[in-house]
């Protein structure tokens, strides 16, 4: 359960996974979102999941068990189940940001960061995503979006419920 990785600065380290999936599969009416996915994502690591609109990147974000969702938890108290949303503008996206790394989170799991922002602030969420990783957290960011997921150390897709790359 270890990995050689590449951290944000410096040489590659072994260090151990702090996600690991297993063979998770999942359907919805009979339709296979998740279909036997296995993966492991190592402490300090910077991982984009992309994949098309409905491909169950939320999904799969939602069956990561070692994992806090954070960027998305703003305003969600409420809330009866942990569905991600996408905030609506700028300001409380970043917001929600600062909240969630207020807590110092070891992991750093952000659904559609940019999701409901202008492109001019697009930069401004990644950057923050960045400097956390530099700091030595580990981030996964979910997107659709290949310029978002390109700002990653590594990016993997998920297909026909299959993951890629
Ligand atoms: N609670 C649910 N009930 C039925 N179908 C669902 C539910 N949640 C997601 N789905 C379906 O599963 C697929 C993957 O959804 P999701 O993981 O949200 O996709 P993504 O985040 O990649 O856009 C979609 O076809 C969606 O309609
Ligand atoms: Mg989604």
Redesign the pocket.
């Known amino acids: 359960m270890f990995a050689l990785h590449q951290p944000a600065t410096g040489t590659p380290v072994v260090t151990p996974h702090i996600i690991e999936l297993n063979d998770v599969s999942k359907e ?2 009979g ?1 296979t ?1 998740l279909d036997a996915v296995s993966m492991q994502v190592p402490a300090g690591a910077y991982l984009a999941l992309g ?11 939602e069956r990561k068990t070692r994992s806090l969702t954070l960027l998305n938890e703003l305003g969600l108290e409420h809330r009866s189940h942990h ?1 991600a949303i996408q905030l609506a503008g700028g300001e409380q996206q970043r917001v929600a940001i600062a909240r969630a790394l207020i807590n110092d989170p070891e992991v750093i799991l952000a ?2 960061p940019t999701g409901n922002l202008p492109h001019e602030l697009w930069s401004h969420v990644l950057d923050l995503l960045e400097a956390e990783w530099k700091n030595g957290k580990t981030v996964i960011v ?1 997107t ?1 979006e290949p310029g978002v997921a390109a700002r990653a150390q590594r990016v993997v897709r ?1 297909r026909d419920g299959r993951l890629e790359g």
Do not use: Q
């Not at 491909?55 to 974000?61: L, P």
């Open positions: 919805f009416g339709v979102v994949g098309v609109s409905g491909a169950g990147k939320t999904t799969r974000a569905r659904d559609e979910i659709h998920l």
